[in-house]
């Protein structure tokens, strides 16, 4: 069974910074892609930043150049560096994965999430 855990979140005053880590554990063949996504009260789960197989970063206009997503591929791990934190940056993140299985099947995979606090 494959599972995404999170960590690194918390409270932050506004201008500071977090770093989030994620680490997938499992049977687990291939990652197809990591990236992080994040839900505001009210609002929808949205994309934050995503790391591609090939190695392409994408980010949501309100993240570039304060948040960079990176990957561990021996260690099956994603992180994201967010600095310049505003209080707008404030929700649930989650990991999410593309996990190919040892049976060739390709799964979506989502974290439980973890919280994010900028405070004025």
């Known amino acids: 069974q494959v599972q995404l855990v999170e960590s690194g979140g918390g409270l932050v005053q506004a201008g500071g910074s977090l770093r989030l880590s994620c680490a997938a554990s499992g049977s687990i063949f291939s990652i197809n892609g990591m990236g992080w996504y994040r839900q505001a009260p009210g609002n929808k789960r949205e994309l934050v930043a995503l790391?591609?197989?090939?190695?392409?970063?994408n980010y949501d206009d309100s993240v570039k150049g304060r948040f960079t997503i990176s990957i561990d591929n021996v260690k099956k791990m994603v992180f994201l560096q967010m600095n310049s934190l505003k209080p707008e940056d404030t929700a649930v993140y989650y990991c999410?994965?593309?996990?190919?299985?040892?049976?060739?099947?390709?799964?979506?995979?989502w974290g439980r999430g973890t919280q994010v606090t900028v405070s004025s």
């Open positions: 790391f591609t197989s090939g190695g392409i970063t």
């Open positions: 999410n994965a593309h996990i190919t299985l040892p049976n060739r099947a390709l799964y979506e995979y």
